[in-house]
């Protein structure tokens, strides 16, 4: 039996799954496609992350889509929030009956011939059987995200086994999990740990924030008062479009600004910090990073509430290095020892391409690590596979959204030119840094997973910008033939059999 086809596969229902199939549904209304999600939900990170006071740390009238307002009056929305916003434009938009759930995609391989895409998922059923599906596509747009679904990235810390508490990753956070009283250390400095320290700090005894060097944290208000003012004045959709570009102009101005003047901009977030914690506060050790704001991403915390908990005294910040577990909590290598009942470390994700998904090309298996990335969105030698990747410097919606609106133009170009297939093709590019790059600096969980993710060339269309307004150029305004793209029209193997057999010798 053969298997059933469609012109465009989606891998995933987060965010950026249903963004694309939106713009499928809108600028290629003729194409068919269909959306593998693993899980039994919509909404990826929002729906898989669970842990206490979980919200967005960019403000959602950039986070949010292009086509559909946010008028929730929260810029720095709770993960509920945003779950239910993603579930429901799958809702309005009639997405929702495209998805096939609890698919999970473990393969897929190109096929020059049939100028298709096999795709191998395992379905698993309710009684928890996984069941093997095959399904086929003309094109593959990879949604499924940057990071690995089943677990976290945990280092090794000596004597865990001896600790006589509970040990929590926030990727899984555990719904039996009453930590009401209780001493908890999170170990870490990044967003889930600046967010969970004023959340569990609400109800625990005291909450620890145990970090080994301090990450920019720079308060903002959790509503935009500019943006909630306009939606009186004005129907949504204008308010949210003034709010979005008051949001990007403002975020590229500050980014500039860090990139420019780093010292400048430093003295501007440890000044603020030290208002914020009074005189008294230790703001050198725990909150001066070694390196220039925007090196990594900045920690932002709603109308300050990390400095509020710290100034009521229910949490702290630690700073220094792990010795090990020890049987009540943790002991640092300065001889300091922390009594914890409750340890989340939050120590961030494991970076995974393509959903874990092995990729082949025509019967060769894919080296992530030796393709170049074309405009950010496709690999170089891999014909008709896209994937959003989103930014790091600002929210990841402004990127899949023209990252969506690109497959697009290129799917429509393709049927304008009758090509069936279309490949970056890498000349002489040398590939000359990983994927993700803010500055001369790689963030650590880039650095640990860089030989199995693609890489960037010097110049473009070999780059991968940070940068918004560059990529309105790339990728919506600028032509989408490029020297650098092949298209090519093979003859489909089954129209060729039926040619051969008619008496025809293939061309
Ligand atoms: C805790 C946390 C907070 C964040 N906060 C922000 C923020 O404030 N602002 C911001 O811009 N970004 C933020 N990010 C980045 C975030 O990942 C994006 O905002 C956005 O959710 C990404 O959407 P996505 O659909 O591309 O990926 P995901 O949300 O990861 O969704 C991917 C989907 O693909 C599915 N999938 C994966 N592999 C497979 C497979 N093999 N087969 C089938 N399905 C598969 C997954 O189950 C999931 O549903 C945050 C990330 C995390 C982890």
Known sequence: M?????????????LSGIDAAYHLQKCCPKRSYVILEQRERIGGTWDLFRYPGIRSDSDMLTMGYSFRPWTNPKAIAPGDDIR???TATARDEGIDRHIRFRHRVQNAAWSSQDASWTVNALRREPDGRETPVTLTCN???SCAGNYRYSSGYLPEFPGMDCFAGRIIHPQVWPDDLDYAGKRIIIIGSGATAVTLLPAMAKTASHVTMLQRSPTYVVSMPEQDRIANFLRRLMPDVWAYKLSRWKNVAYMLNVYQLAQRYPNFMKAGIIKKISKELGPGYDVATHFTPRYNPWQQRLCLVPDGDLFQAIRDGRGSVVT??????????????????LQAD???????????AFGGANLEVD???????KTLAYKGVM??????LAAVFGYINASWTLKADLICTYVCRLLNLMDRKGARQVTPRNGCEAAVAPFIEIGKFNPGYMERAIDNWPKQGSKPPWRVYQNYLRDIWSLKWSPVENKALEFSGPVQASSRRASEAAGHQPA
């Open 84 to 86: 239910d916003y993603v």
């Open 379 to 384: 690999l170089s030698g891999v014909p008709n």
């Open 363 to 369: 019967g060769r298996t894919v080296d992530l690590g």
């Open 320 to 337: 220094g290095q792990i010795e090990r577990f020890t049987e009540k909590g943790i002991r640092l290598q300065s001889g300091e020892e």
């Open 342 to 352: 409750v340890v989340v470390t939050a120590t961030g994700l494991v970076l995974q």
């Open 139 to 141: 094109f593959l747009f």
């Open 2 to 14: 053969s298997a059933e086809h469609f012109d465009v596969l989606i891998m995933g229902a987060g």
